[in-house]
């Protein structure tokens, strides 16, 4: 069964940071895009970040260019997501996702969600 968990969620003031990480099991994901999508309440969820298999080329949403890090650990299987200067529209509910092939879009597969949330 596969399944992606994340952890690192929680409380935070603005202009601070923290760190998401997300581990996958169950399956391959030799080829797979990794990435992070956001969900605020009342919104629809959005794209964030997306890291792909191999030469490991990034993705971001023009919100947190500049700010947000994506990266991967191929052999622990592990996406990560370092979250600086953070504001108060970075709360929500913060997902991991895999698509297979080198843009995450359109996932195959999602997590339960973190939140994350960014007083002020």
């Known amino acids: 069964q596969v399944q992606l968990v994340e952890s690192g969620g929680g409380l935070v003031q603005a202009g601070g940071s923290l760190r998401l990480s997300c581990a996958a099991s169950?399956?391959?994901?030799?080829?797979?895009?990794m990435g992070w999508f956001r969900q605020a309440p009342g919104k629809e969820r959005e794209f964030v970040a997306s890291i792909s298999w191999g030469v490991g080329s990034t993705y971001y949403a023009d919100s947190v260019k500049g700010r947000f890090t994506i990266s991967r650990d191929n052999v622990k299987i592990t996406v990560f997501l370092q979250m600086d200067s953070l504001k108060p529209e970075d709360t929500a509910v913060y997902y991991c996702a895999a698509e297979r092939g080198p843009i995450v879009n359109r996932p195959d597969y999602w997590g339960q969600g973190t939140q994350v949330t960014v007083s002020s």
């Open positions: 169950g399956r391959t994901f030799v080829g797979y895009g």
